[in-house]
């Protein structure tokens, strides 16, 4: 069975820092595209970045470009998410997906709160 795992989020004040992981279980982590996504409270989800075991390659949306940063450990089966210059509309709950072949993977998610 696959599984993913999100951790990492927690408080913040403004301009801090966090580091989220998505650990996969279950799946050989040689064929995959994952993201991250955020939903807060009332809003729409939203996909922040994405990385391809393909050829490595990553994908950003424009509010957050220059300031996360995905990247993976495939020995750790794990995608992180460096968030750097966190803001208080950065404040939501953060889940990561999987795309495996044809079949599609959704985390638990982890809650970031950005206090000003």
């Known amino acids: 069975e696959v599984q993913l795992q999100a951790s990492g989020g927690g408080l913040v004040q403004a301009g801090g820092s966090l580091r989220l992981a998505c650990a996969v279980s279950g799946y050989s982590f040689d064929d995959y595209h994952i993201g991250w996504f955020r939903q807060a409270p009332g809003k729409a989800r939203e996909g922040l970045a994405s990385?391809?075991?393909?050829?490595?390659?990553?994908y950003y949306q424009d509010s957050v470009k220059g300031r996360f940063t995905i990247s993976s450990d495939d020995f750790a089966n794990t995608v992180y998410l460096r968030m750097n210059s966190l803001k208080p509309e950065d404040t939501a709950v953060y889940l990561c997906?999987?795309?495996?072949?044809?079949?599609?993977?959704w985390g638990q998610g982890t809650l970031v709160t950005v206090s000003s």
């Open positions: 990385i391809s075991s393909t050829d490595d390659s990553t």
């Open positions: 997906k999987a795309v495996m072949g044809s079949i599609t993977f």
